[in-house]
């Protein structure tokens, strides 16, 4: 199967940490990427490979995996960070995107 | 600084056809490959199809094979999707993206990403 799924919500107390999820198979060969997309704006990659941030992207964004999970932490959540989260990989030539995890900072 | 500029959007009745360009700037387009990404209103993301970077390879989601159409001009710096029999459920904003692919030999696992996006153009299918 070449699917990726996301819990839909979740919330986080400002300043707390939070972990958002995505199981699939292909994560077992592919590290999945991570994407903050904000209403209204176009995606923005926040995590790549193994635990990878591009520039400008704060570092309290991590990424892991094991087997057939990846996860997205965000430590110490500030309430510019709400925002749909969604995860990526690819299974051969099919690439891949998570439904999404909307996260409230509360 | 990378830039993706998509255009051609608007809106086309059921069956009718559009093409959508991305114009591309900041980098060596003809090093990468280029993805139409879309995103159905209040939905999530959708890869729609990806270009290698000489255009001999393509590759498609099945909701689009044979009605959809990837290509590139590499003098041009552009990225094009040639859509026919449009259907209301095609209705989304497009983006291009930049594809990036690495084989990490060390951990033997294969990274692939997104890195560069366009701002979108939407593509609305109503009579």
């Known amino acids: 199967s070449s699917e990726l799924t996301q819990d839909p919500a979740v919330s986080v107390a400002l300043g707390q940490t939070v972990r958002i999820t995505c199981q699939g198979d292909?994560?077992?060969?592919?590290?999945a990427s991570w994407y903050q997309q904000k209403p209204g704006q176009a995606p923005v990659l926040v995590i790549y490979g193994k635990n990878n941030r591009p520039s400008g992207i704060p570092d309290r964004f991590s990424g892991s995996s094991s087997g057939n999970t990846a996860s997205l932490t965000i430590t110490g959540a500030q309430a510019e960070d709400e925002a749909d989260y969604y995860c990526?990989?690819?299974?051969?030539?099919?690439?891949?995107f998570g439904g999404g995890t909307k996260l409230t900072v509360l | 600084e990378v830039q993706l500029v998509e255009s051609g959007g608007g809106l086309v009745q059921p069956g009718g056809s559009l093409r959508l360009s991305c114009a591309a700037s900041g980098f060596t387009f003809s090093s990468y490959w280029m993805s139409w990404v879309r995103q159905a209103p209040g939905k999530g993301l959708e890869w729609v199809a990806n270009i290698k970077q000489d255009g001999s390879e393509k590759y498609y989601v099945d909701s689009v094979k044979g009605r959809f159409t990837i290509s590139r001009d590499n003098a041009k710096n552009s990225l094009y999707l040639q859509m026919n029999s449009l259907r209301a459920e095609d209705t989304a904003v497009y983006y291009c993206?930049?594809?990036?692919?690495?084989?990490?030999?060390?951990?033997?696992?294969?990274?692939?990403?997104?890195?560069?996006w366009g701002q979108g153009t939407l593509v609305t299918v109503s009579s």
């Open positions: 993206a930049r594809d990036v692919s690495i084989n990490d030999f060390w951990s033997g696992y294969y990274m692939y990403y997104f890195d560069y």
């Open positions: 990526n990989s690819r299974d051969s030539s099919v690439v891949v």
């Open positions: 292909s994560l077992r060969s592919y590290y």
